[in-house]
């Protein structure tokens, strides 16, 4: 457990001596040196590609006429004593790209953590590709620190709720598509 921390700390280029220091809220600006390249276009087809397969719920995908869209999909796993579960909200204001998401953790045990930690970082990766300077989201994710993390027009950002140290929201932005047609005049 201390060397995953620690590795986890390496990956966001703190020393321990600085994840002691009482700082609970950190920014890592990164800049890489190829163009990001987000994942894959998300349409309804991907949005149920998210679902689990251990649940009986499904991803629910909505889409308005002017072509803003929204995934979201509960997942409950059940545990003695716990509920833990994700919830995940994906919108787009043009079809096929995300402008931003939010993944709610609600961890129970440390085994939870792992597990909802994983999973959401799959969800991520899904959504911003290859191209992240975090490899290990998910332990990163589990280990329950507040970070903000901006890359290539995107930024993640993951917060401890103010009155629950169970409860999670890692969130998204992707600025918006610089060779979208605007229509002002």
Not at 13 to 21: R, T, Y
Not at 109 to 125: C, E, F, K, N, T
Request: proline share 6%.
């Amino acid at each position: 457990m201390l060397i995953t921390s620690f590795f986890s700390l390496a990956l966001l280029g703190m020393s321990p001596a600085q994840a002691g220091s009482g700082v609970d809220h950190y920014v890592i600006p990164v800049q890489l040196d190829a163009p990001s390249t987000p994942g894959p276009k998300f349409d309804a087809a991907r949005c149920r590609g998210i679902a689990d397969l251990s649940s009986k719920a499904q991803p629910m995908f909505q889409q308005k006429e002017n072509g803003e869209w929204e995934c979201s999909y509960l997942l409950d796993y059940t545990e003695t004593g716990h509920t833990p579960s994700v919830f995940i909200q994906i919108r787009g204001v043009e079809p096929g790209r995300w402008s931003s998401f939010r993944l709610k953790l609600n961890f129970g045990s440390i085994l939870s953590r792992q597990a909802l930690g994983g999973r959401a970082a799959s969800i991520v990766y899904t959504l911003i590709g290859d191209q992240t300077p975090l490899r290990e989201l998910g332990v990163t994710l589990a280990g329950g620190r507040d970070f903000e993390l901006l890359f290539n027009g995107m930024s993640l950002k993951y917060k401890q709720e103010r009155f629950d140290k169970t409860r999670f929201n890692l969130s998204g932005t992707n600025a918006p598509n610089p060779n979208k047609e605007t229509t002002e005049q």
